[in-house]
């Protein structure tokens, strides 16, 4: 079965750097796009990165910049550098797939940014 593994979340101070990871299984991962999201205490989950099967990245704009998503299909890993934290970063990271239809979530790693 599809099986998301994230890892990596840490507690960081502002302007530090993190890289996130999610380890994924039992799909054809070199092919599909992976999905970085986040949900901070109170707020509803937000989009952070996409990378396609072609290696093709997308991030909303006010991610821009400070994240880089990336991918290891010989390891069948995606990967999220996040550069310059700031303290409203805060938040589970969580990665997504989506396979025939059904959407697949990790179950998530915290980053928390101090000040």
């Known amino acids: 079965q599809v099986q998301l593994v994230e890892s990596g979340g840490d507690l960081v101070q502002a302007g530090g750097s993190l890289r996130l990871s999610c380890a994924a299984s039992g799909f054809a991962f070199s092919i599909n796009a992976m999905d970085w999201f986040r949900q901070a205490p109170g707020k509803q989950r937000e989009w952070v990165a996409t990378?396609?099967?072609?290696?093709?990245?997308d991030y909303p704009n006010s991610m821009r910049g400070r994240f880089t998503i990336s991918r290891d299909n010989a390891k069948n890993t995606v990967y999220l550098q996040m550069n310059s934290l700031k303290p409203e970063d805060t938040a589970v990271y969580y990665c997504?797939?989506?396979?025939?239809?059904?959407?697949?979530w990790g179950q998530g790693t915290q980053v928390t940014v101090s000040s």
């Open positions: 997504r797939t989506v396979q025939r239809g059904t959407v697949y």
């Open positions: 990378i396609t099967g072609g290696f093709i990245a």
